[in-house]
């Protein structure tokens, strides 16, 4: 029988990575940080101990050219993880993702998968600023070919990392940094979790907010308060942005007729676009109110705090546009204090 | 391997590749071949003497240029012509065309349309090689052009950091599409430059497809002693546009009379020369018979087989 207990999500990746690696010789984790005594914020702890540092290395900065490295270990017979500090680092490395990895099974007649993971972490306070804080899931969702998960649990964060791993695709995998402290229940023993579907944090009947990465924390603050007022919320984690199945959420806002996209990222041409889309394809009839998307404000993330919290979205206002959408008044919220991992992560990094 | 059959099969090599790339340029007007054809011509001892030293399944990696390492490294045409036409029954189901030929069961991993993008994909097979002690040596072909990528650069850096087994051919044919190296080099000679790392460095200007296979061999043992990767500086001419299938002298950029010199001494030519002095002309007029005949074969069985179903085209997206 499986059995559960609270580790915290950084726990969780480790332990995905290392329970895969002992399942499977052919899977390596690299990238620059990796096995290093920071070991990407204690996301990589105990691999190079037990593994040696012909499964778990540092890398020198050379993203582009350490991401064909991955390429061409997985075309021959290994399961690279590769892992990048932050999405932004990830970007170099944006001819080889694109133009590489999510076309070579299809170039190649269907002969050759590419089964390679790369780990990217998402970055946000204490100064991030706009070269430290991206996410893009919808960028690379947008390519044929790559999977792309951003998940928000410690149970998925090992559960999807298994999946991911075990996956015959280039998998796209998002760490949202806020995360890494967050404890929860995970399965010891296996615990894969498919890399397709929602996931339905907390069930409701009234609205239905979608979120994506850290901004499934903001919904379930916004749903404990409006809860005090008697609205329930249905709050759904996209968790698997690519490729992405919209039943769950059809499902929910064929109930509450009401839909807000919470999107981790800009909302221009964003992931709450291509969910806002699907949800009027199949849900037209239903909606009571037009679809709503959240997201960051269409500027590079400043680094002095007061810029910062008015780029970044929330709990604050996901309840306004709720209490929009149902015709209430504004909810005091002056006495509320929103949670947030940030104070872990005091920095310098 | 004695010196006449080493020869055959080098002469084999460099003339299906000719012979295949006159096929294409002889049908390529009927527009049935819809692909943008970066020939080979002029650079077919590279492939074969190169291909001819590594051990028939080393994984090699190529460019949109990859006629003549194709050919080199599976000696087959029926699916190499049929991709060229677009048919179900091409490598790829004419999914990936010229520009991305691939033989995954004879070695030829992929062959990439974005210069140098390859490069880096050579030292992870080589890493995975060298994980599992199987010997195996992973050579990636690119031209001079994709010396000017950052990726040329970090991945030499880490291939000698990490003493991977890569056998980096560098084909200079000395333009980077129709820019002359004199363009875009802050430095004059880039063997030298590349011989600062801790990887061999091998060169030469010969059309010799014996000459290119021993300078090969030198380096896999110098390889093999010393574990580190190899450099090949290989010059050569390009004998046709940078794609399409006509000479381009007119466009001025660079003069004919520069080309002579090249086609005196032809890497077909010399070939055949040698392996006439070795086994006589008509045996190998009956090679050429021989390969006339495959390649002939090989276009009827393209032309004849059908494109694939349009349901083919969402399938293989993802494994």
Redesign the interface.
């Known amino acids: 029988m499986t059995t559960t207990r609270q580790i915290t999500y950084r726990e969780a990746l480790s332990e995905a990575m290392a329970q895969e690696m002992r399942r499977d010789p052919s899977v ?1 984790v690299y990238g620059i940080d990796v096995a290093d005594h920071k070991r990407i914020f204690g996301s990589s702890n105990g691999l190079v101990e037990e593994f040696g540092d ?1 499964r778990c290395f540092s ?2 900065l ?1 993203e ?15 399961r ?1 993880v590769h892992v990048h500090m932050r999405v932004d680092f990830m970007l170099l490395a944006m ?2 993702i694109v ?2 990895l999510s076309s ?12 390679m993971v790369i780990r990217a972490v998402v970055g946000r306070g204490w100064g991030q600023s706009f070269q430290h804080n991206k996410t893009l899931h919808s960028w690379l969702a947008h390519i ?2 790559l ?1 792309v998960v951003t998940p928000s649990t410690p149970r998925d964060a090992k559960g999807m990392l298994v999946s991911a791993i075990r996956d ?2 280039p998998v796209i995998f998002i760490e949202h940094r806020w995360f890494y402290d967050a404890v929860g229940e995970v399965p010891e023993g296996d615990g894969a979790e498919p890399l397709n579907g929602c996931r339905v944090l907390r069930p409701g009947k009234d609205i239905t907010i979608v979120a994506t990465s850290w901004m499934t924390v903001e919904a379930l603050q916004a749903a404990d308060v409006l809860a005090r007022r008697g609205i329930t919320a249905e709050v759904i984690d996209a968790r698997t942005i690519a ?1 992405f199945d919209v039943s769950e959420v059809v499902t929910s806002v064929q109930k509450s007729g009401h839909c807000i996209v919470v999107d981790n990222d800009w909302v221009h041409c964003g992931f709450g676009a291509e969910v806002a889309a699907q949800v009027y394809d199949h849900c037209y009839g239903s909606l009571k109110s037009p679809v709503t998307r959240l997201g960051f404000v269409p500027a590079p993330c400043p680094c002095t705090r007061p810029l910062e919290n008015a780029f970044y979205t929330g709990a604050t206002e996901i309840i306004r546009c709720v209490e929009e959408k149902l015709g209430l008044d504004q909810s005091d919220l002056s006495g509320e204090n929103f949670f947030s991992y940030e104070n872990k992560f005091k920095g310098p990094f | 391997m004695s010196a006449q059959a080493l020869n055959r099969d080098l002469y084999r090599t460099v003339y299906l590749i000719r012979r295949a790339e006159e096929a294409i340029k002889e049908n390529y007007l009927d527009d049935e071949m819809k692909t943008p054809m970066h020939m080979s011509m002029g650079a077919e001892a590279i492939a074969a003497g190169v291909c001819q030293a590594l051990d028939r399944h080393d994984p090699v990696l190529g460019t949109y240029r990859s006629h003549g390492l194709y050919l080199a490294k599976t000696g087959e045409s029926d699916r190499f012509f049929a991709e060229m036409y677009g048919r179900d029954t091409g490598m790829a189901q004419g999914k990936a065309g010229s520009m991305h030929l691939s033989a995954p069961e004879e070695g030829l991993i992929g062959t990439s349309a974005i210069v140098a993008s390859n490069i880096p994909v050579a030292l992870g097979a080589a890493f995975s090689h060298k994980q599992r002690n199987t010997g195996r040596v992973t050579a990636v072909f690119f031209g001079d052009g994709a010396i000017d990528e950052g990726v040329f650069w970090e991945s030499l850096n880490s291939a000698s950091l990490m003493k991977l087994p890569v056998l980096f051919v560098c084909e200079d044919n000395g333009y980077a599409v129709h820019i002359p190296a004199e363009q875009r080099h802050g430095y004059s000679d880039i063997a030298e430059v590349v011989s600062r790392f801790d990887c061999g460095v091998h060169r030469s200007e010969s059309t010799d497809a014996e000459v290119i296979y021993t300078l090969t061999r030198d380096a896999l043992a110098d390889m093999s002693a010393t574990g580190r990767p190899q450099f090949l500086h290989l010059k050569y001419y390009r004998y046709l546009e940078h794609v399409g299938v006509f000479e381009d002298f007119k466009a001025g950029y660079r003069p004919r009379d520069a080309f002579e010199p090249w086609l005196e001494r032809d890497p077909v030519k010399v070939q055949r020369e040698k392996v006439v002095g070795l086994l006589g002309e008509e045996a190998v007029a009956a090679l050429e018979a021989e390969i006339d005949q495959q390649v002939a074969k090989s276009l009827e069985f393209a032309k004849q087989s059908p494109f694939p179903a349009r349901s083919a085209v969402v399938e293989d997206v993802l494994a």
């Open positions: 390596f012909q890398t020198p050379s582009d050219a350490m991401t064909g490295f991955g390429l061409g270990a997985a075309l021959t017979g290994m690279p001819n080889q133009n590489m070579h099974y299809y170039g190649s007649g269907g002969t050759t998968p590419v089964p044929p070919g999977k015959d695709n490729p």
